[in-house]
């Protein structure tokens, strides 16, 4: 079974800095899909960044951007010149290709980021 | 282009009452995903529709919950009865397929048993 692990449950970032988000999953997949979704107070969900995980480039996402480690099983969100607007849940989650869950995201249990003035 | 619609957004019943969710998913998506997230922590799946077809349904605790998409459009998710340890925050997400499409999310129902 698929796993994703949040290992930082709270962050905080001063306005305009740069903070990195990690994550780490555990799966025997070779080809899968990586995302990560921001959940601000209002609840609504919302698509950040995926990655591909057969493709070696890193996404990017204007100031988003992903350090994709597929050896290491990491995936970590960089948020440069961060806005308060991107105070938030940041969740990891993870997507399998093959099998009778294809398709389903696991998530990890978040990281709550807040953004300082 | 209107989003995921859910209702109520809120809603607080005695234990043991049945309970009812709707969502309206985005025109023309055809899966349909319906997520439980407890306090603190990430989503999880309890059931994916195909169209009308409930596809994954093997998180659903069969013996409470219950969902059915009429028509490959709207769907609902019942618990009766409802327990104390229901009390979460019920999601309802559509895509116009799997893998890479990308999974748009309702605000969600609160639901809170006393």
């Known amino acids: 079974a698929q796993t994703v692990t949040q290992s930082q449950p709270e962050m905080s970032v001063q306005e305009a800095e740069t903070v990195t988000l990690s994550c780490t999953y555990d799966?025997?997949?070779?080809?899968?899909?990586l995302f990560w979704y921001k959940q601000p107070p209002s609840r609504q969900m919302i698509l950040v960044i995926r990655?591909?995980?057969?493709?070696?480039q890193n996404a990017t996402e204007n100031r988003f951007s992903v350090n994709f480690q597929k050896a290491a099983k990491s995936f970590s969100l960089k948020i440069s010149d961060s806005q308060l607007g991107d105070t938030a849940m940041y969740f990891c989650?993870?997507?399998?290709?093959?099998?009778?869950?294809?398709?389903?995201?696991?998530f990890g249990k978040g990281t709550k980021l807040s953004v300082k003035p | 282009e209107a989003g995921v619609v859910q209702s109520p957004r809120y809603k607080i019943i005695e234990k043991k009452q049945p309970v009812a969710f709707w969502c309206n998913p985005i025109?023309?998506?055809?899966?349909l995903y319906w997520y439980l997230q407890n306090l603190g922590q990430g989503p999880e799946l309890l059931i994916r529709?195909?169209?009308?077809?409930?596809?994954?349904d093997s998180q659903l605790p069969k013996d409470r919950f219950s969902a059915e998409r009429l028509k490959g459009v709207d769907s609902t998710l019942k618990i009766q009865p409802a327990e104390l340890g229901d009390s979460a925050v019920y999601l309802c997400?559509?895509?116009?397929?799997?893998?890479?499409?990308?999974?748009?999310f309702g605000p969600g129902t609160r639901l809170t048993v006393l």
């Open positions: 799966t025997s997949e070779s080809n899968y899909y």
């Open positions: 997400a559509s895509s116009l397929g799997l893998r890479l499409n990308e999974q748009f």
């Open positions: 529709y195909e169209n009308e077809e409930a596809v994954d």
């Open positions: 989650a993870f997507m399998k290709l093959r099998g009778g869950s294809q398709g389903n995201l696991i």
């Open positions: 025109s023309g998506h055809n899966t």
């Open positions: 990655q591909e995980a057969y493709k070696q």
